[in-house]
């Protein structure tokens, strides 16, 4: 059984977008058009394109393009198809059309500084910080997956730790959003013995982090076989 503590707060968050999508067939000159029916405004919200994209994209090769003009955008490769991350801003009942096309991307700002002080990966949207660990804990043990986060004070603060009694045999800790639209990173757990439903998966423990622009919560996600 897993189970780890911080001595910390962080607010889950429920994703507060309700867009209207609608999107050309894929091919040469394919748009997409993203509709606000909300009645709210939203500012540099993370959005997933919703285009075909190309096999070899990247920002070296590839713009997106909103309303004609170009956009920062970030790339995502992890477990499923690769995705194109954008930082919508949306008025009330406003909409925004996309389409990617050949070209290099022009240097931004990022809009989440991530960055690796010492043994943490961290990651800053101004509002708030937190600090995540890059390799396992002194003496064998085993790190918690939030290390600090940093009050409004300008005080780091925090504590954690693991109750289990399996053996943690590897453990890794990678950035896979560099803060251009979002930081996110991926810290993934080994541990020794089978889980799962039936016991039959190897034993592990996997932790996706991200923290939005101007946001002061972070957005985890969970998965596990202990």
């Known amino acids: 059984m897993k189970a780890f503590c911080a001595a910390i707060a962080?607010?889950?968050s429920l994703w507060p977008f309700a867009l209207a999508l609608a999107a050309e067939a894929p091919g040469q000159g394919a748009t997409w058009t993203l509709v606000n029916p909300t009645g709210r405004e939203y500012r540099d919200e993370p959005v997933r394109l919703k285009l075909p994209l190309p096999a070899d994209i990247a920002p070296e090769r590839y713009t997106v393009?909103?309303?004609g003009k170009e956009i920062p955008y970030q790339i995502e490769k992890l477990d499923g198809p690769t995705a194109a991350w954008i930082a919508v801003t949306l008025g009330a009942t406003q909409?925004?059309?996309?389409?990617?096309?050949?070209g290099k991307a022009?240097?931004?700002?990022?809009?989440?500084?991530?960055?690796?002080?010492?043994?943490?990966?961290?990651?800053d949207s101004g509002p708030l910080a937190v600090r995540l660990p890059v390799r396992s804990g002194a003496g064998g043990g085993i790190a918690s997956?939030?290390?600090?986060?940093?009050?409004?004070?300008?005080?780091?603060?925090?504590?954690?730790?693991?109750?289990?009694?399996?053996?943690?045999?590897?453990?890794?800790?990678?950035?896979?959003?560099d803060g251009t639209v979002m930081g996110k990173a991926r810290l993934h757990y080994d541990f020794e013995g089978?889980?799962?439903?039936?016991?039959?998966?190897?034993?592990?423990?996997?932790?996706?982090?991200s923290l939005h622009p101007g946001k002061a919560h972070l957005v985890i996600e969970e998965?596990?076989?202990m």
């Open 10 to 12: 962080i607010l889950a």
């Open 65 to 67: 393009k909103q309303d």
């Open 95 to 102: 909409t925004h059309t996309y389409a990617i096309e050949p």
């Open 106 to 123: 022009a240097r931004c700002e990022p809009k989440v500084a991530v960055r690796q002080q010492g043994d943490c990966i961290e990651m």
């Open 145 to 177: 997956p939030i290390a600090q986060v940093r009050l409004p004070n300008g005080a780091w603060v925090g504590k954690g730790f693991w109750h289990t009694q399996r053996r943690l045999t590897n453990f890794t800790a990678q950035v896979v959003g």
């Open 194 to 209: 089978k889980g799962g439903l039936l016991d039959q998966t190897p034993s592990f423990y996997r932790m996706d982090i």
């Open 223 to 225: 998965s596990y076989a």
